[in-house]
């Protein structure tokens, strides 16, 4: 079996596979002896029809399916061995693959056309990179607004003996009237939990905080972690619009590619492809600029890692719902549930990457860090569809 590459410029290449006889005729003589067998002929025994029948009527398709078999492995081998870093997949050549014919050929040549990832060249410094880092404020008024949320989630409702407010809920039921011939409903008001050792446990758990001045830190904090990931994910944006714009122009496969995005997907056809190119090749360098630095940075994917990320992800679904202050333990087997689910570890894995590397980033470079209010930062967001900072 030979295999070997020739390049067409830097980002495309031909690789032929030579298929001789020596390499596929051993398994070609066990695929018939098989079929042999098995086959049932009228006129004849089984495991006792003649070779060459069988042969003659399998020969052509037991010689294509072990050659077609012979040069998918031999030309991912390739790939691999040689750490090609291909766009898409290979496709058969269009230009110089001469016709095959399995009955009379004894060698056959194949050749494919790769697209190759360009080289990409990103130097980050602290000296010559500099790019914002915008984070929350949080100030008196969004405090109170998220201590004014705890004691309205945790408030209850009460019956109360005065007359009906407009907020009041009022309850009928069917009675007799008293001697003056009234019939008074019951009255159910909303009552917010009072600043106390009761709602300091509900939030936080027992006894972590033990006072007014406590809580109202545990909550600045607490702001302050969320609103972490709020600037984190803006200089990320900012970031990749830098080093792209660092980047400059780079050489695609631009042919190949759109032959294959055209292959790969039945619901594609030439003119949505042209038309969706410019986004796709965008999103294509950003991964390549991704996948570079994750190797520069020697960023990988731990056990530990997984479990951190999967607690993370429970704990946004348990705060979705109100419920703020998980104990250790049930957090820890919602995590390992979660990570029983392959394609929940596979997005999980992203989303490690992506954070490892934002903070290598940010160590890598200069930043420049500006403080602004909540409805500030949220501002910056002109598309209504990104995600921002929530309260």
């Known amino acids: 079996m030979k295999v070997s590459e020739r390049r067409i410029d830097d980002v495309n290449a031909i690789i032929t596979v030579l298929v001789e006889k ?4 051993e398994e070609v003589d066990k695929s018939v002896q098989k079929i042999r067998q098995k086959a049932n002929i009228p006129g004849f025994r089984p495991g006792k029809i003649p070779t060459g029948l069988i042969k003659k009527m399998y020969g052509k398709s037991i010689l294509a399916e072990e050659i077609n078999k012979l040069v998918s492995d031999n030309l991912l081998k390739y790939i691999r061995e040689n750490n ?37 060249t990103v130097n980050l410094s602290k000296k010559d990179d500099k790019i914002n880092y915008y984070t929350i404020k949080v100030d008196d008024d969004l405090l ?20 009906a407010l407009e907020s009041d809920t009022e309850k009928g039921a069917l009675t007799e009237p008293d001697a003056e011939g009234n019939i008074n409903p019951e009255v159910t008001r909303f009552k917010e939990a009072e600043l106390g050792q009761e709602l300091f446990d509900k939030v936080f758990g027992a006894g972590v905080v033990t ?11 607490d702001l302050e972690v969320q609103f972490l990931d709020d600037s984190d994910y803006k200089f990320m944006l900012d970031a990749k619009e830098y080093i792209m714009d660092k980047a400059g122009a780079i050489t695609f496969p631009d042919a190949h590619l759109k032959r294959w995005l055209l292959v790969a997907n039945e619901k594609h056809t030439a003119e949505s492809i042209e038309q969706e ?12 600029i991704c996948g570079k630095l994750a190797n520069e940075y020697n960023i990988k994917v731990e056990e530990p890692d997984l479990l951190k990320a999967a607690q993370k992800v429970i704990k946004a679904q348990f705060a979705h719902y109100g419920l703020s202050y998980i104990p250790d333990s049930m957090l820890e087997n919602y995590a390992k549930d979660l990570l029983d689910k392959k394609e929940k570890v596979r997005d999980l894995s992203n989303r490690v990457v992506e954070e490892k590397l934002i903070q290598a980033i940010k160590a890598a470079v200069t930043l420049k860090k500006k403080e602004l209010t909540f409805d500030k930062f949220n501002k910056m967001f002109s598309d209504e569809n990104v995600p921002v900072a929530k309260e």
């Open 277 to 288: 190119y410019p986004e796709i090749i965008k999103n294509l360098t950003w991964q390549l």
């Open 144 to 163: 109170d607004k998220q201590i004014k949320s705890y004691t309205n989630r945790y408030g209850t409702l009460q019956s109360v003996d005065e007359e």
């Open 211 to 221: 006072s007014e001045e406590e809580f109202k830190a545990k909550v600045k904090e």
């Open 84 to 120: 090609l870093n291909i766009l898409g997949e290979p496709l058969p050549n269009q230009t110089e693959q001469k016709e095959i014919d399995f009955d009379t050929q004894e060698d056959f040549e194949f050749l494919f056309d790769v697209g190759l990832a360009p080289e990409i």
């Open 22 to 25: 020596p390499d596929y005729q």
